[in-house]
C-alpha cells in the first residue's frame, strides 16, 4: 500500500475554479485515496479478507469460463 501521497492540481492561468476542482477530483479518483481510506476506516480479519478474495476468484474464473 503506497504511503501518504499528496495529491494536488496547480490552478492555470484564466482557469475556471470549477475547472480545476474537476480535475483535482479526478486526481484523487484516480489515485485511490478515497478507497484506501476508507477501506482502513474499519479492521477486517484476515480470514474475512480471504474469503472475500476466494469469492471474487470464483467470480474471476466463472466470467472467463464462459461460452459465447
Not at 27 to 44: D, G, I, K, P, Q
Amino acid at each position: 500500500m503506497p504511503q501518504h501521497v499528496g495529491i494536488g492540481v496547480k490552478v492555470r492561468e484564466k482557469e475556471n475554479i470549477d475547472r480545476a476542482l474537476r480535475r483535482f477530483k479526478r486526481a484523487v479518483n484516480r489515485s485511490r485515496v478515497l478507497r484506501h481510506y476508507r477501506a482502513n476506516m474499519s479492521f477486517t480479519k484476515p480470514s474475512e479478507e480471504r474469503r472475500i478474495a476466494d469469492e471474487k476468484a470464483r467470480r474471476n474464473a466463472r466470467k472467463h469460463n464462459r461460452r459465447y
